[in-house]
């Protein structure tokens, strides 16, 4: 068994590592002070060739990213950590924030450097209460030190940074609804183009990094990008948070290299499955990636591996779910999940997620009819691609992969009905007539 | 410059076109709720998801420039099914009860529906229900059942009047438009929202529920309410005005006009409207007939010496009326003083936007066609004469000097010393109770002819129906009372006097009325 690599974990244990003498004493703000040292392309550099890829679910190469903002600053250039963590099933970046603050706020000084940016801001969920005390702390402890603000490290540059809390919406993770509220405004995704390096808060070009992405870059800037690729796979380099939930033994954050299989980090790092039942399905990386069946637990987790099995890296949010459990329950819960954080803009986001949950309650309850399994892929595919932000297919693919993979549970639960005797008609859900008898077209 | 095929036909366009702008270039219409060609991208319906050859998913139209060499497919299979599916989704929550509903018969989602509906539901859930009958504005209802949040009235008051009344609550399918707590949408072209609302989620509290769209004819106008001079389609239904809206014309008035002037119409309807002549018979004034009527104006004004005649005109008559008055003062009776004031309410009663300090509609008509007197020969010293007794006929066309001018006791005081007075106009007024003679005329939406605005373009108003009872059009009134006089003119329309001023006033040349067509003509330098 491989042991865990302790790298953005590194501070994960340690008492008091949220404070600045800690954090110092274990290596802290190395990596700020090799960075303004070095010139903003030696940067980029660096990071691009370390291969490194945004965890915040997309998993765009990040040296790519920072290289798209202009050379030639003509207004000012912000970055964005996006520290929103709604995705379900992932906790890495709270772990982050609340036990190491001061690694984000190196990454973040970092990666406004490599962009040109005099100023940050880090978008926190406002759930983060303890994560938001600790990282103002933090801050200031930085800002005395001379790691935020003026003339850093005594090298000339100023980079400050601003906390910001959010009001509770998933949507407000997506890049350009985070920078909508960040500007005050309703949470909503703005159409693209324009696309945030050119026109991003308040207009100006801007880069929206995930926590856990800003927290690797010091380490890379340390130790090297030649380093970094020792670690994960070719097109997926170095290590990552895995963090496990649902039907295991020891739930919890790993730090692995990308790659590593799926059955690996469940049965020997996160301990098994309870009562040593079998699995039934994962879903590998948060709520809106497609769902993995028990054959396919050696898929290694990464971007390649994932989408050789239609799925997706995500946020690398893996959860279990054991034989015992109910699909279409979870499917539901999903569903319904999608539909109260849709933000509701555009047409068939708000309709499809809302839809789609009443559908699956149906069923739920024993009142499904075979057709709605076509209608629900029907809505799906209505959903997917027609989107202003990703969203839509967010909300669609669980559902769809649900029902692709474990359609048999579907029609079970729709053949034994409410497993009731005959409820007779349902009066106002379904106009009064028994679902089954509703004829339904359903178009591919 | 960007050349693009869409649907097999090219077009050469201006970098950063879209692509819906494109198609509307070439005369192809993409289906749309929430783009507006005024207001700003929002992208939200989805309704204008066409194909683009080598995109493996839809794009918007709306949001999607158009790049060289782009193929774009707007009735492909792709781009049908989306559109299909954004209009299954668009009618999953939406009240399925047309025939109840006002916007029927003008509803874009009604529109679409038959066009790239399915004709048939899939849903089978219960619908999301949302408050009805929500008075946001004292102008506009809510039925927020009926609306698909395409954001256009939110973005016209964001942008357009930039007041921000409006903006979305809540989330997913239960998102609502709505007013913060205490607010109210209450600015003065809070109306347009209604025009933009391209379903009946938006309704004029003013119209709903009188007509079915269909009832009604429509006829191009001009708003008499300002100096701007607004386009306007005036709906009416047996001779009665129910609803104004805004004709869209960029050099004047854009896609807009301001709730005063659309609800300023109510006038038109009084029940005191003036159905026919009257003519003074001692303190009272008693109905009369026209040929009578007309013989005793012709008297009225002969009566006097040129010297002893005045015209006072008012800016809210027509070019074509104006031209007539000075002829018939000017040649036919040989008089010398007239004048036309504006309805100049000052600079605080505009808004900066449409709604001008000058509330009248032809001030600038009356200025071009010599009805306002020059330097000090205007209607203070026409008063002055009347109350010297050098003055003695007067003659007022659609104006009420004594209701209007202010000093209404001084003016009212001369104008009883005059031995005939003579008022054309379509109300009872304060200046009409004094006159001898009083000539029933027509209110704007009973004429024909024209307006020249604050800007100096030439505007066609045209007949939507007849004035009440006896009243007749002013022209008319003036060409007889001219032939009465002995004058041989033989005006049969407006549209002959019009070829008569673009002949005799250089401005006009251009006025004519196969020039004008529906959006005016501007002045001649
Ligand atoms: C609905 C939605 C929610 C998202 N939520 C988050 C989030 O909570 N945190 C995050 O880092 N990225 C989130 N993202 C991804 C961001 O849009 C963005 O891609 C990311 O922050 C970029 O950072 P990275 O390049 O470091 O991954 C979300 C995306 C979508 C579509
Ligand atoms: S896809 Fe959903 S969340 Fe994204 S903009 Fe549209 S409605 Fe909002
Ligand atoms: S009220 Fe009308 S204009 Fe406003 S968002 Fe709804 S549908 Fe659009």
Known sequence: MAEQIRIISKNFEVPNAETIDVFIERGGYEGLKKALRLTVEEVVEVVKASGLRGRGGAGFPTGVKWSFMPKEPKKPHYLCCNADEGEPGTFKDRKIIETDPHSLIEGIIIGAYAIRSKLAFVYVRGEFGLGYRRLSAALEEARARGFVGQNLDGTGHDIDIILYRGAGAYICGEETALMESLEGKRGYPRPKPPFPAGYGVYGCPTTVNNVETLCTVPHIIKHGADWYRSMGTKASPGTTLFGVSGHVNRPGLYELPLGTPLREIIYEHAGGVPGGRKIKGVIPGGSSTPILTAEMLDTPMDHDGLRTVSSLFGTGAIIVMDETTDIVAVTRRIAEFYHHESCGQCTPCREGSGWIPQILRRIEAGQGRMEDLDLLLSICANMEGRTICPFGDAAAWPIRYNISRFRADFEERIRRGSGLPDPGPVPGVLGGRRADLIPVQVSA | ?525
């Open chain 2, 1 to 525: 410059m960007p050349k693009v095929t869409i649907d097999g036909k090219e077009i050469t366009v201006n970098p950063g076109t879209t692509v819906i702008v494109a198609a509307k270039q070439l005369g192809i219409t993409i289906p749309h709720y929430c783009w507006h060609e005024k207001l700003s991208i929002a992208g939200n319906c989805r309704m204008c998801l066409v194909e683009v050859v080598g995109q493996p998913k839809p794009l918007i139209a709306c949001n999607t420039q158009a790049t060289d060499g782009m193929v774009v497919k707007t009735t492909s299979e792709m781009a049908v099914q989306a559109r299909q599916g954004v209009m299954e989704f668009l009618l999953v929550n939406h009240p399925l009860d047309c025939p109840i509903c006002d916007q029927c018969g003008e509803c874009k989602l009604q529109d679409y529906a038959f066009e790239h509906g399915q004709g048939y539901s899939r849903f089978i859930e219960e619908k999301v229900h949302k408050p009805k009958r929500v008075p946001v504005g004292p102008r506009v209802m809510l039925d927020a059942e009926r609306c698909i949040l395409c954001s256009r009235c939110i973005r016209f008051c964001d942008e357009i009047t930039k007041t921000s009344e409006l903006g979305f609550l809540q989330r997913g399918n239960h998102v609502e438009i709505g007013t913060s707590p205490g607010r109210q949408l209450d600015n003065n072209y809070s109306m347009n929202t209604i025009d933009l609302c391209p379903v009946g989620a938006l309704t004029n509290r003013d119209y709903r529920f009188k007509s079915r769209v269909w009832e009604m004819a429509q006829t191009a106008s001009i708003c008499p309410g300002c100096s701007t001079g607004c386009n306007i389609t005036v709906w009416h239904r047996h001779g009665q005005i129910m609803r104004l809206t805004p004709r869209i014309n960029d050099t004047v008035n854009e896609h807009w006009m301001c709730d005063t002037g659309r609800l300023g119409y109510k006038y038109v309807h009084a029940a005191t409207r003036l159905a026919t002549p009257l003519v003074k018979s001692g303190a009272a004034q008693r109905p009369t007939a026209w040929r009578n009527a007309l013989r005793q104006a012709a008297e009225l004004l002969k009566g006097a010496k040129a010297a002893a005649l005045a015209g006072l005109a008012g800016p809210f008559a027509t070019n074509e009326e104006l031209y007539l008055f000075r002829k018939l003062l000017t040649q036919v009776l040989g008089g010398k003083r007239l004048d036309c004031r504006p309805r100049d309410k000052g600079p605080e009663s505009a808004d900066g936007f449409l709604y001008k300090a000058d509330k009248s509609p032809n001030y600038r008509g009356a200025r071009e066609l010599g009805c306002v007197a020059a330097g000090k020969e205007g209607w203070e010293s026409i008063l002055a004469g009347i109350e010297a007794g050098e003055i003695s006929v007067l003659y007022v066309l659609h104006e009420d000097p004594v209701g209007e001018f202010g000093e209404s006791d001084r003016i009212r005081a001369a104008l009883g010393k005059l031995q005939g007075l003579l008022v054309q106009d379509i109300l009872p007024t304060a200046t009409t109770q004094l006159a001898h003679l009083v000539l029933a005329g027509s209110a704007f939406p009973e004429r024909d002819g024209s307006f020249t605005n604050d800007g100096g373009r030439v505007q066609r108003l045209h007949r939507a129906f007849h004035p009440p009872g006896d009243a007749r059009a002013d022209w008319r009134i003036l060409r007889d009372l001219a032939q009465q006089l002995g004058a041989e003119w033989a005006y049969d329309s407006p549209a002959d006097i019009m070829q008569e001023i673009a002949v005799e006033v250089p401005a006009y040349v251009k006025a004519v009325y196969a020039e004008l067509g529906s959006l005016g003509v501007a002045l001649q330098a």
